[in-house]
T-cell receptor, first 113, second 110 residues
Framework: GESVGLHLPTLSVQEGDNSIINCAYS??????FIWYKQESGKGPQFIID?????DKRQGQRVTVLLNKTVKHLSLQIAATQPGDSAVYFC????????????FGSGTKLNVKP | NAGVTQTPKFRVLKTGQSMTLLCAQD?????MYWYRQDPGMGLRLIHY???????AKGEVPDGYNVSRLKKQNFLLGLESAAPSQTSVYFC?????????FGQGTRLTVV
């Protein structure tokens, strides 16, 4: 299957700082990407998505950047808060079969007060 | 609005026992999925369904069976549990590309 991986397994940031979580993907045919947040003991929760025809998409305090040239995805969280502490997953889908997403192993974000 | 509900939340099984995990969604979604999550790994797709009465294999289907007799329910069965099936299981449902996950079932096989 496709390979979706994360550069940093654990990221620690100070409250109020910005966080950047990275993700690499290997399937150049992937055309849709999602970031999920998973808090301890809970299921993954949708954060933001982006299609391959976009380079950037913004939500509330979050921005996703897509660099198709190097097959790299990042999630930026502005003014990180303690409630942002969680594991973040990226997932990719190649579009031809939207039933199947491939998930990375996740990055744990620790927000220090 | 309950979303996706999984039962049970926790279960301990002995090797060789069988059990069924139940997933229910109230969003009228056509697509439903079962994933397993192991430490240090991402979610891996076990089986999925594109509608009532249909099922299909995912990445890691061996040792599991599923049924989708009603649109709102998706059942995952383990006929003869093995220690390798110790994991956290997540059910999800989706419309378009956006998936909604349940809270998970932590299964331990001893």
């Amino acid at each position: 299957g496709e390979s979706v991986g994360l550069h940093l397994p654990t990221l620690s940031v100070q409250e109020g700082d910005n966080s950047i979580i990275n993700c690499a993907y290997s399937n150049s045919a992937s055309d849709y990407f999602i970031w999920y947040k998973q808090e301890s003991g809970k299921g993954p929760q949708f954060i933001i998505d982006i299609r391959s025809n976009m380079d950037k998409r913004q939500g509330q305090r979050v921005t996703v950047l897509l660099n198709k040239t190097v097959k790299h995805l990042s999630l930026q969280i502005a003014a990180t808060q303690p409630g942002d502490s969680a594991v973040y997953f990226c997932a990719e889908n190649e579009g031809s079969n939207f039933n199947k997403f491939y998930f990375g192993s996740g990055t744990k974000l620790n927000v220090k007060p | 609005n309950a979303g996706v509900t999984q039962t049970p939340k926790f279960r301990v099984l002995k090797t060789g026992q069988s059990m069924t995990l139940l997933c229910a969604q109230d969003m009228n979604h056509e697509y439903m999925y079962w994933y397993r999550q192991d430490p240090g790994m991402g979610l891996r797709l076990i089986h999925y369904s594109v509608g009532e009465g249909t099922t299909a294999k995912g990445e890691v289907p061996d040792g599991y069976n599923v049924s989708r007799l009603k649109k709102q329910n998706f059942l995952l069965g383990l006929e003869s549990a093995a220690p390798s099936q110790t994991s956290v299981y997540f059910c999800a449902s989706s419309y378009s590309f956006k998936a909604f996950f349940g809270q998970g079932t932590r299964l331990t096989v001893v």
